[in-house]
């Protein structure tokens, strides 16, 4: 102990306390503050670019998202554009069928109709020519055969006959 | 043009130092002659030497053909407070004389050097006379302000590093990311302000603390670095050194104490008043004594304790011939030599860390908020935050 106290040396106490108190002077001055400083902003500037970069992803993901979004919309109107046109083809040809069966039917229809006023016509023309021919027929008949009494007056005897049968 | 002045300058400086090692080597014709350092009491008077502070830069001694001991180095200027004033004379005067032989006639005074320390003759007397315990008995010590070996390193430390951070600082000017040597530097920089000065003092406050955090981590690694180079400083080993860096950290939490500190300190809330006194005289000598102590003579310690092993260690060349012979005691002298040196350099990191741990760790007690209105749970417990666990820890 008394060897420590008297190598302690208060010169050099003395001494080491002016320099150490020029050196932190100097030192804070020159040196840390502006070191302290500038790696304070740099940090900042770090944590700043993390966070916009953060942000930055945060946005392309939600880009990304509305995108995926949007397709999917489109790609299910593409669907239901191409279902829809599906659907209004069946339709047509569907309605075109139904248009030309009906045609079709009506068509007949009036063929039949016209043919059967046709037949009728024809039936009822032919009807009137066998009526005339037979009146024609008939007449020549009769004209023939009422050329003598006689033959007129067995006729009606006959059919007078007939009516009594009846 | 600037390379070139820079190159003269180096020249010069070489030039001079060269100039003022030969001058001095040859200015020692009648110097005493010691011999080579080879018995054990030789070696321990050697050690013991060396750990000392010295007036003179010397880097080694050597016999030449004439049997007259040489001594390369260089002198240092001295600068003392006498009884008649300031002298200053450089330390060649002295002709590497320890033990009060040559006097010195300076000022209307006379001088000497014992066992580095520079002693003032009184009045009439013409040589030391010293008692039976080796102690001067007409002769008195006097305030040296010389620039002895330990200032010598601190100013070259101290320059280093005014070299050093101040040139990573300009770096910062012109790029966000320093290059060369500043890139070794920042990130020591930052280890200090991360893992020293924030975690002790805490977010808010560790800012104003951490300039003085910074000097003394650095100041004393390099210091105790440099002490592990054949050059010898011993400048944190010296007890002044410490006892100032010590006194720095005691006025720095002391000054900036508040309140609660010394409301803690002296008078204690939570205990019964009977033994507040008593607390209040511990904790006075901890802050006051304890503590300052503790960091100057774990500092001193440690680095005079690593010089001491390493030269013995060293020594083992030597003290061990006789038994091991030259090369078994050489060899062993060098295996256990590097590996003691290896553990000094981690050691050197460690003293530099410690100390500037326990100074901030001293000031974060010093500065620490102690809000009393905490938070409280249903039972009417404190809820304890990260600030209050911090607290609690220092």
């Known amino acids: 102990m008394e060897t420590l106290i008297n190598d302690f040396s208060p010169g050099l106490f003395v001494v080491q306390t002016i320099l150490l108190l020029g050196l932190i002077f100097l030192l804070v001055k020159f040196a840390w503050k502006p070191i302290l400083t500038s790696l304070n902003e740099r940090e900042e500037g770090i944590q700043g670019a993390l966070e916009a970069a953060d942000k930055a992803r945060k946005e392309m993901q939600n880009l990304q998202a509305d995108n995926d979004k949007l397709l999917k919309e489109a790609r299910a109107e593409r669907e239901a554009m191409l279902k829809e046109a599906r659907e209004i083809k069946e339709k047509m040809i569907a309605d075109s069928k139904e248009q030309a069966q009906i045609e079709g039917d009506k068509l007949l229809k009036q063929a039949q109709a016209a043919i059967e006023s046709e037949k009728k016509a024809a039936v009822a023309d032919i009807k009137n020519q066998v009526a005339a021919l037979s009146v024609e027929i008939a007449e020549k008949v009769l004209k023939e055969q009422l050329s003598n009494k006689d033959k007129q007056l067995k006729l009606v005897e006959d059919m007078l006959g007939d009516v009594k049968l009846n | ?394």
């Open chain 2, 1 to 394: 043009m600037k390379e070139v002045s820079r190159s003269f300058r180096t020249f010069l400086l070489l030039f001079t130092l060269c100039f003022s090692i030969q001058g001095f080597a040859s200015s020692d014709p009648e110097g005493e002659v010691e011999g080579a350092v080879s018995s054990k009491e030789e070696v321990d008077a050697y050690i013991q030497h060396h750990i000392k502070d010295s007036h003179d830069f010397h880097l080694f001694s050597y016999t030449n053909s004439e049997g007259e001991r040489k001594h390369v180095g260089f002198p240092l200027p001295v600068i003392i407070w006498s009884s008649n004033g300031l002298v200053t004379f450089m330390s060649s005067e002295f002709h590497h004389d320890d033990a009060g032989h040559v006097i010195v006639e300076k000022g209307g005074a006379k001088f000497t050097k014992i066992h580095s320390k520079i002693y003032e003759l009184e009045a009439g007397a013409s040589e030391v006379k010293f008692d039976e315990t080796h102690h001067a008995t007409n002769a008195h010590k006097v305030l040296d302000f010389s620039i002895t070996k330990s200032v010598m390193g601190i100013l070259l430390v101290g320059l280093f590093m005014l070299w050093a951070f101040s040139s990573l600082a300009k770096q910062y000017k012109s790029k966000k990311v320093p290059t060369g040597f500043g890139r070794v530097l920042e990130p020591l920089v930052i280890y200090v302000r991360d893992e020293i000065a924030k975690p002790n003092i805490g977010e808010k406050k560790y800012r104003q603390f951490t300039g003085y955090l910074l000097t003394v981590f650095f100041f004393i690694w390099i210091l105790n670095l440099l002490g592990l180079t054949p050059f010898g400083f011993n400048v944190t080993g010296q007890l002044a050194v410490t006892a100032a860096l010590a006194i720095f950290t005691l006025v720095i939490y002391t000054f900036s104490g508040n309140k609660d500190y010394w409301m803690h300190m002296l008078w204690m809330p939570g205990v019964p008043v009977l033994i507040r006194p008593v607390l209040a005289i511990i904790e006075l000598a901890g802050a006051f004594l304890i503590k300052p102590f503790s960091l100057l003579v774990r500092l001193f310690a440690n680095i005079s304790a690593g010089h001491i092993v390493v030269m013995s260690l060293i020594a083992i060349m030597f003290t061990l011939k006789d038994s091991l012979g030259v090369a078994g005691a050489t060899g062993l002298s060098l295996v256990l030599s590097f590996f003691i040196t290896l553990i000094e350099v981690l050691v050197a990191f460690l003293q530099a860390y410690i100390f500037t741990m326990l100074s901030a760790l001293f000031i974060g007690m010093a500065v620490a908020e102690h809000d009393h209105d905490h938070e409280h749970d249903s039972l009417g417990h404190d809820v304890p935050d990260a600030e209050d666990v911090r607290e609690n820890f220092i």
